[in-house]
């Protein structure tokens, strides 16, 4: 069945430094792919989303490219903000399983001054 | 401009309770869920609704049922409660069923089953 793996977290960086987070995938077919974010105390919102191979999604500063050659959609931003702590949740929507989104385990975000 | 909204916001349970967890959604959407999240885990399905009158196990429906009471709203019922659902629940919707269409989450539902 469709699988997203993340990287393990959490992910602790310095104000203005360089972000990846890592996503890799596995599904038959096309899928969509999307990065969600929750801040503290808050449901998932929606970060960015790609559904073709090679779409790059953005939005925030927050860039991922689908890779379908490599079946991954990393995440990445060029000089977090310590606004950008929160947990990152990878995910695909598959055209062959209507409605689910299947996430992966979510990744902490910590941003220190 | 409230999105999704659910109630309660916390619930402690005692094993064997039963409690309805209701969703609410302002955007006229067509189709709503029910996930869970646990440590580790990520979120999973529980129900779906694709449209009004309409509804459909996800990955882990053992133990709750759902109503979708018109297009707005959308429950979920667990009849007797276990450790086992101790879980954030979170509710969502988007304009339809399908590979393309974002979902909009509420704020979740922390529940704890003693």
């Known amino acids: 069945g469709d699988s997203v793996t993340q990287m393990e977290g959490p992910v602790t960086l310095s104000e203005e430094a360089f972000l990846t987070i890592n996503c890799t995938y596995t599904?038959?077919?096309?899928?969509?792919l999307f990065w969600y974010v929750q801040y503290p105390g808050e449901g998932l919102q929606l970060l960015l989303k790609?559904?073709?191979?090679?779409d790059k999604g953005s939005n925030k500063g927050f860039e991922a490219t689908y890779r379908k050659e490599t079946t991954s959609f990393h995440l990445e931003k060029g000089s977090v903000q310590v606004s950008d702590s929160a947990v990152y949740f990878c995910?695909?929507?598959?055209?062959?399983?209507?409605?689910?989104?299947?996430f992966g385990t979510g990744t902490r975000l910590q941003v220190t001054l | 401009n409230a999105g999704v909204t659910q109630t309660p916001k916390f619930q402690v349970l005692k094993t064997g309770q039963s409690m309805t967890l209701q969703c609410a959604q302002d955007?006229?959407?067509?189709?709503m869920y029910w996930y869970r999240q646990d440590p580790g885990m990520g979120l999973r399905l529980i129900y779906y609704?694709?449209?009004?009158?309409?509804?459909d196990k996800g990955e882990v429906p053992n133990g709750y049922n759902v109503s979708r009471l018109n297009k707005r709203e959308f429950s979920l019922r667990l009849e007797s409660a276990a450790p086992s659902q101790t879980s954030v629940y979170f509710c969502?919707?988007?304009?339809?069923?399908?590979?393309?269409?974002?979902?909009?989450f509420g704020n979740g539902t922390r529940l704890t089953v003693t």
């Open positions: 969502a919707s988007s304009e339809q069923v399908g590979w393309d269409s974002p979902l909009h």
């Open positions: 599904a038959t077919g096309y899928p969509s």
């Open positions: 790609a559904t073709k191979a090679d």
């Open positions: 995910a695909l929507s598959n055209t062959g399983t209507a409605s689910k989104l299947t």
């Open positions: 955007m006229n959407h067509n189709s």
């Open positions: 609704s694709a449209s009004e009158g309409t509804t």
